[in-house]
């Protein structure tokens, strides 16, 4: 079965660009969440989407925003872009089995750099 | 204020040598995931722990869960280059599907 996918891998912008990032989840998952990795963060979750639905946000900017497609694909975007959204971005994952058991499976990330 | 306590952040040791690596939190968790991460690549599931005082093994990988669900701890035994990474515990809490990532130990293992 093909693991998560993210589009594109790397990519540069410059500030005040927007950008948007795409994500495949596992073939069935229905569930898929995004997060951001920075050297100083860790990582930090961004929101998380169930059948179409935005299910849970963290404490980002309204600059940060996403969607799903009823084929389970997600995408984010991320306008007026800043140097400090620099970052490694990640997309996971999971069968949305139960909360109490909730698994995710990352793709390899797309690294984003903002000039 | 970190919700996910990682203790060591840095372990630098020689191949065979065992390692200890601590999750802990003052907060109750539904489950506790462990992962583990290489340059450039995202995070892969090692284990996942749901009941108090659980313990699972991976080959050479040990975790433990907490009695009370508020602490996990990953012991590595007579580790390999390979083991090389950055080692992340997540936790799931409350009635939530966002995971809460810990600050990460990043393990060198030198030949």
């Known amino acids: 079965k093909a693991g998560v996918t993210q589009t594109p891998r790397y990519l540069i912008k410059t500030r005040g660009q927007q950008v948007t990032l795409s994500c495949s989840p596992i073939s069935g998952h229905r569930s898929v969440s995004w997060y951001q990795q920075t050297p100083g963060q860790g990582l930090q979750f961004l929101f998380e989407?169930?059948?179409?639905?935005?299910?849970n946000k963290g404490n980002f900017p309204g600059r940060f925003s996403g969607r799903q497609f009823s084929n389970s694909r997600s995408e984010m975007n991320v306008s007026t872009l800043e140097l400090g959204d620099s970052a490694l971005y990640l997309c996971?994952?999971?069968?949305?089995?139960?909360?109490?058991?909730?698994?995710?499976?990352f793709g390899p990330g797309t690294r984003l750099t903002v000039l | 204020t970190q919700l996910l306590e990682q203790s060591p952040q840095f372990l630098s040791i020689q191949e065979g040598e065992n390692l200890t690596v601590y999750c802990n939190s003052s907060?109750?968790?539904?489950?506790l995931q462990w992962y583990r991460q290489e340059p450039g690549e995202g995070p892969v599931l090692l284990v996942t722990?749901?009941?108090?005082?659980e313990v699972k093994k991976l080959k050479r990988l040990t975790f433990q869960f907490g009695d009370a669900r508020k602490d996990s701890s990953l012991h590595i035994t007579a580790a390999q280059p390979g083991d090389t990474g950055l080692y992340l515990c997540a936790a799931s809490m409350d009635s939530s599907y966002k995971l809460i990532f810990g600050s990460g130990t990043r393990l060198l293992v030198r030949p």
């Open positions: 907060s109750v968790f539904s489950s």
């Open positions: 989407y169930f059948s179409e639905t935005q299910r």
């Open positions: 722990v749901v009941t108090g005082g």
């Open positions: 996971a994952s999971s069968l949305d089995r139960t909360f109490s058991y909730n698994e995710q499976f």
